[in-house]
């Protein structure tokens, strides 16, 4: 039986691809100094999540994995009232 996808999930809780696991590599390769710490990469996914524009773990204004884009620390939400 197929599920219909998790509009607002997050690909580390839905993924029926296996798209999680490139993600959780390109995470792995982000140096320490780029890299938003927990706190801060936790507080962002959960913005995300309650977002009108996430669609299935990625964001619809720019097309961006969220769990990629709230990783970097230098990176903000695309949105226009930047939500982080």
Not at 3 to 21: M, N, R, T, V
Request: glycine share 4%.
């Amino acid at each position: 039986m197929n599920q219909p996808p998790c509009i607002k999930c997050l690909l580390a809780s839905y993924d029926p691809l296996g798209l999680y696991e490139g993600i959780k590599e390109r995470l792995s390769q982000i140096s320490a100094d780029e890299k938003a710490d927990d706190a801060q990469y936790r507080s962002r996914l959960d913005i995300c999540s309650r977002c009108d524009s996430l669609n299935n773990g990625t964001c619809m204004i720019c097309g961006c994995f969220v769990e990629l884009r709230a990783a970097r620390k230098a990176l903000h939400c695309p949105d226009a009232s930047r939500k982080w």
